[in-house]
């Protein structure tokens, strides 16, 4: 399989959120010239990108087994957040009381347990991505609004202009469908100058 390919599986909002997501990515090209977030389908990421030898095919069998039984449940939008000091999303962590919503992390945990096999040893993406409820790097559910493309000088400016209006996207969507994704770029460099990708398959919830 070619270096030049990695792979990611991505929760899809429904269409209110994924409306709203995509508006933000337009708004913030226009005004800012901001264009990585806006390079990518309107997702909330389970597994990051990564490098596989593995055929699709086999990434999507495995899928398909660690999927079984998945059954949809509910997100909820809990407002706008700093990521770093490039990244400003929209995080989906919580239940409305503020405990974690642990259905997310099941999700992100069957994601893993069929793509992690297949990680080839050398990409230089899975040793940080975010895992888990603890740790130095834990994961946390989020729709992005604005990343790597967005200098750190002006984060708080954006973050201002992104708040506005308050919360991007509805209060709450039902999360009922994954997708596998291949994605194409020239990876030594700035990866959003060059990124393309295709669909390769869809999961849907009980």
């Known amino acids: 399989?070619?270096?030049?390919?990695?792979?990611?599986?991505?929760?899809?909002p429904d269409l209110a959120t994924s409306r709203a997501q995509s508006e933000m990515h337009r708004v913030l090209r226009a005004q800012y010239n901001l264009m990585a977030?806006?390079?990518?389908?309107?997702?909330?990421?389970?597994?990051?990108?990564?490098?596989?030898?593995?055929e699709p095919a086999t990434m999507i069998e495995r899928l398909d087994q660690s999927m079984a039984g998945w059954r949809s449940f509910t997100a909820?939008?809990?407002?706008?957040?700093?990521?770093?000091?490039?990244?400003?999303?929209?995080?989906?962590?919580d239940l409305p009381d503020g405990v974690i919503n642990l259905a997310l992390y099941e999700l992100h945990d069957r994601a893993?347990?069929?793509?992690?096999?297949?990680?080839h040893p050398e990409c230089e993406f899975t040793p940080n991505d975010p895992r888990g409820l603890?740790?130095?790097?834990?994961?946390?559910?989020?729709?992005?609004?604005?990343?790597?493309?967005?200098?750190p000088e002006l984060q708080d400016e954006v973050w201002e202009f992104v708040t506005e209006?308050?919360?991007?996207?509805?209060?709450?969507?039902?999360?009922?469908?994954?997708?596998l994704y291949r994605f194409h770029a020239d990876w030594s460099r700035p990866w959003w100058q060059t990124l393309t990708w295709?669909?390769?398959?869809?999961?849907?919830?009980k």
């Open 1 to 12: 399989m070619s270096s030049s390919y990695r792979y990611g599986f991505y929760l899809r």
């Open 37 to 54: 977030a806006g390079l990518f389908m309107p997702h909330a990421t389970l597994k990051g990108f990564f490098r596989s030898d593995a």
């Open 76 to 93: 909820y939008n809990n407002g706008v957040q700093r990521f770093g000091p490039r990244s400003i999303v929209t995080t989906i962590r």
């Open 112 to 119: 893993w347990a069929a793509l992690e096999p297949l990680v």
């Open 134 to 151: 603890t740790g130095p790097n834990p994961f946390h559910p989020h729709l992005t609004l604005a990343m790597a493309d967005l200098r």
């Open 165 to 179: 209006a308050g919360s991007v996207g509805p209060a709450q969507f039902t999360v009922d469908t994954c997708h």
């Open 198 to 205: 295709e669909l390769l398959h869809s999961w849907r919830a």
